[in-house]
């Protein structure tokens, strides 16, 4: 399983980019539980910032982006998608998307939890 994300690049405070995650499977036929993203900015941990249940469509927000992020998915397409709205330079960071085999998505903001990771994508805002 690869995980391509895309959609990064450099916006204004107040902007709004699209982050998009495409599962690309070559034959692997389980089903993910579900599908995060994490940011890491430098000199900082990872930390989640969204998940989305891909059974159920329960989504999962860190409180610094409720209200101007919006996570979904796409399961026909093996895609998960964020969307940043009112960007900050406060979410300036690498984002990261991984697909999760196994969890309810209780522990939804370890990235521990993942096992499969994208190679991120450069968010960069400006204010």
């Known amino acids: 399983v690869q995980l391509q994300a895309s959609g990064g690049g450099l916006a204004q405070a107040g902007d709004s980019l699209r982050l998009s995650c495409s599962a690309l499977?070559?034959?692997?036929?389980?089903?993910?539980?579900?599908m995060g993203w994490f940011r890491q900015a430098p000199g900082k941990e990872r930390e989640g910032v969204s998940s989305?249940?891909?059974?159920?469509?329960?989504?999962y927000y860190h409180d610094s982006v409720k209200g101007r992020f919006t996570v979904s998915r796409d399961n026909a397409k093996n895609t998960a998608y964020l969307q940043m709205d009112s960007l900050k330079p406060e979410d300036t960071a690498v984002y990261f998307c991984?697909?999760?085999?196994w969890g309810d998505g209780s522990k939804w903001d370890r990235a521990e939890e993942y096992d499969y990771w994208g190679q991120g994508t450069q968010v960069t805002v400006r204010a």
């Open positions: 991984g697909a999760d085999l």
């Open positions: 499977r070559s034959g692997f036929t389980r089903s993910f539980a579900g």
């Open positions: 989305i249940d891909a059974i159920n469509g329960r989504t």
